[in-house]
């Protein structure tokens, strides 16, 4: 059996989820790649698996839906089954649907309720199974800044979000006494593909919002979750650690 923690990265292959993987798998730690399966996405994870095989570590892919209940079950069995335990689990995986309240139907809504909140709920419950027995593991979920102050326009997202710093702050309640940590991670701002594709005056007027003035990178809110995932963190539970360069303090 691998001497090397095991983590779980949901909605592994871009952005913030890709830049965390590599972070874990740079610490020594064999990942488990989750993502969406079709043949674009397959690819992509192909391509991570091999990136992380370079710093010496275990690149498993584990492809399925986190809002479907099996498909959530499938990916904890074959981890259990390949591995024989999971130490690291990170909630990443999420989609938005934004439109103003008047013009949001219902289907908008329930998609990322299902992604951003129900498949969070869904990978918790599976953690919670395997750490609760191994009487030790790091639960890390990715919320939003969203989620803390709202967003014209978000209002599925922002509720979601909302509901991930609850859920994380119950299960870290639940769970404590078996020295298992539950902790979520608020990211603002990020560079990402698409932020690159705005227009000079709304990155200069979303940029005005923050203290730091300037967008983070994928790869700050990736330290932070390396950070939380790491024994260095062990007394913290419970917690949400913002990554917005001071958008909400």
């Known amino acids: ?28 730690i064999d990942v488990c790649i989750n993502f969406r399966d079709h043949a674009a996405n397959r690819e992509k ?18 492809p399925g839906d986190v809002s479907v209940e099996e498909d959530v079950k499938a990916i904890f069995k074959a981890i259990k089954d390949h ?20 013009r949001m139907n219902s289907e908008n809504f329930d998609q990322v309720i299902e992604t951003n909140l129900k498949g969070v709920f ?7 199974r395997i750490m609760m027995k191994q009487k030790s593991g790091r639960i890390i979920s990715l919320s939003s800044v969203v989620g803390e102050i709202g967003n014209a326009g978000q209002v599925n997202y922002a509720a979601a979000k909302a509901g991930v710093i609850g859920m994380t702050k119950s299960l870290a309640r639940e769970l404590g006494s078996r020295h298992v940590t539950c902790n979520a991670v608020a990211p603002g701002f990020i560079a990402t593909d698409m932020t690159k594709d705005l227009p000079a005056d709304i990155v200069a007027q979303m940029q005005a919002q923050i203290p730091l003035g300037e967008f983070g990178e994928a790869e700050d809110v990736a330290q932070a979750i390396v950070f939380l995932a790491s024994d260095q963190a062990r007394y913290i539970t419970g917690q949400v650690i913002n990554v917005d360069g001071g958008m909400v303090m």
């Open 1 to 28: 059996m691998t001497a090397h923690k095991i983590a779980l990265v949901t909605g592994a292959i871009r952005g913030i989820g890709k830049a965390t993987t590599l972070a874990l798998a740079k610490q020594g």
């Open 45 to 62: 994870a192909e391509a991570l698996k091999a990136e992380c095989e370079t710093y010496q570590v275990e690149a498993f892919l584990v």
């Open 83 to 102: 591995f024989g335990r999971l130490d690291i689990l990170v909630n990443n995986a999420g989609i938005t649907r934004d439109a103003l309240i008047l």
């Open 122 to 128: 869904l990978c918790m419950k599976q953690a919670a």
